[in-house]
């Protein structure tokens, strides 16, 4: 039997996406469960986290489960993920002992890697998380590298929360200003998601560099051909609030200037006007606003739009504990 992992939602059929959200609403009723007694989960980070982290250990922790973080390279030896390679650099070990060993310790795996941001071409085949896979024999979790699928069903539950049926809303999705180049993975998974559940998606960009990369863009068309809905790319920030009800922010780097940010800087700082804003957020049809945090105030959005009842993120976030409860729950 092939293992089961969840590295993206797109693997996952939408009745499972909607299993989770079930168990999840109902982990938010009550916190407690058994699902994991006397079951483990290791946690690797390869990269910062307060959400993340915070929320699997707890998470695992009230399903009367144990959750152990590593974070290689730090408090656990740096890991090699070239095959056939010389290790006679600085890496200890090799992922196919990491992932196998840690194997025989728990049940599931969880991990969180970003991409270097120096080349695309390398960053998109998302090579550890998909090492983890390969090697692991028990079910591997995808805590943030390419993608953010807990965050996707976090956002998704909140969405569900204040609206109840998604299909059709009017969803947009804005890159936002932020001094550096970020990841592209929750912007990612926001176009993923929001065209999952048939809404009509608008990715609001810059310019045509900071569209998103064709395989999800590619992703994303085929979920509107499967689940109606649309998906409209913008450059105007105007006719793209106008009558939202869902504005979902992030910022990230554009994909062609990997590797040169000095290059991409002048254009990005031009930009920083696509700031969510009380101007914007009043085109809107009394629309919501979200971010994944975390998020710089008066950078990403006014402290007007965060502190506002639109604002929907601190809700997102705890969602965060209870979709990954369910996951586990389910993969146990
Ligand atoms: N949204 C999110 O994943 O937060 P952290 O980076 O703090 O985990």
Aim: charged share 25%.
């Amino acid at each position: 039997m092939t293992l089961r992992h969840f590295l993206t939602t797109q693997d996952w059929s939408r009745a499972d996406l909607d299993a989770v959200l079930e168990q999840a609403a109902q982990f938010k009723q009550s916190k407690i469960g058994r699902q994991m007694a006397g079951k483990s989960i290791a946690l690797l980070f390869f990269n910062p986290s307060m959400r993340t982290r915070t929320s699997f250990e707890l998470g695992a922790h009230q399903l009367g489960g144990h959750a152990v973080v590593l974070q290689p390279g730090k408090d656990a030896w740096p890991i090699e993920f070239d095959v056939g390679t010389v290790m006679d650099g600085d890496t200890e070990e090799h992922v196919a002992e990491v992932a196998r060993v840690l194997s025989r310790y728990v049940d599931l795996i969880a991990v969180r890697a970003f991409p270097k941001f120096q080349d695309w071409a390398v960053d998109r085949e998302d090579r550890v998380i998909h090492a983890f896979a390969k090697y692991s024999t028990v079910p591997v979790i995808n805590m943030e590298t390419i993608t953010h699928p807990c965050q996707e069903l976090a956002h998704v539950m909140a969405l569900k929360e204040r609206f109840g049926e998604l299909k059709g809303r009017k969803y947009v999705l804005t890159w936002t200003y932020h001094p550096k180049a970020l990841n592209t993975a929750v912007a990612n998974s926001g176009l993923l998601i929001a065209t999952r559940y048939g809404m009509d998606v608008t990715l609001l960009c810059p310019t045509p560099d900071y569209v998103l990369d064709q395989r999800y863009m590619d992703a994303a068309k085929r979920n509107v051909a499967e689940n109606g809905g649309s998906l409209t790319v913008s450059h105007d920030i105007e006719s793209s609030y106008r009558d939202a009800q869902i504005v979902y922010a992030k910022s990230w780097g554009a994909l062609p200037y990997f590797g040169r940010w000095d290059q991409e800087k002048p254009i990005r700082d031009a930009h920083k006007h696509f700031i969510v804003d009380e101007a914007k957020m009043a085109l809107t049809d009394n629309g919501v606003f979200s971010h994944c945090l975390p998020l710089r105030r008066n950078v990403k959005a006014t402290d007007a739009v965060m502190d506002s009842p639109a604002c929907i993120a601190i809700e997102e976030a705890e969602n965060r504990i209870h979709v990954q409860k369910a996951i586990m729950a389910a993969l146990v």
